[in-house]
């Protein structure tokens, strides 16, 4: 009865299986997004070349480096209202481990 001294329950192997369903989706997801939105800004639809150019490099690097910055501060301020609410539900996890 962990319950009973402020611990949480283990999840049950589909429990885990289920999180673990979910975890690979969203982070599936939010690879699609990231190409999606990344392609669109930085590579034009009539290609001139089978490789990226410098212009067309420089501009996926930052995109990506912008779409993660900004995954990583929407997760936090998330985490941090939930926390707030008394529904923190567990520590670290997530996509990046935190």
Do not use: H, W
């Amino acid at each position: 009865m962990s319950f009973l001294f402020g611990q949480r329950p283990q999840p049950s192997s589909a429990e885990k299986i289920a999180a673990a369903e979910a975890e690979i989706e969203m982070v599936s997801n939010m690879f699609n997004q990231l190409v999606d939105t990344c392609t669109k800004k930085c590579i034009p639809p009539q290609y001139r070349e089978a490789d990226l150019n410098k212009g067309e490099s420089v501009c996926l690097d930052r995109c990506v480096a912008k779409f993660f910055e900004v995954n990583v501060k929407v997760s936090e301020k998330m985490q941090g209202e939930a926390a707030q609410k008394g529904g923190a539900g567990g520590a670290g996890g997530g996509m990046f481990g935190q």
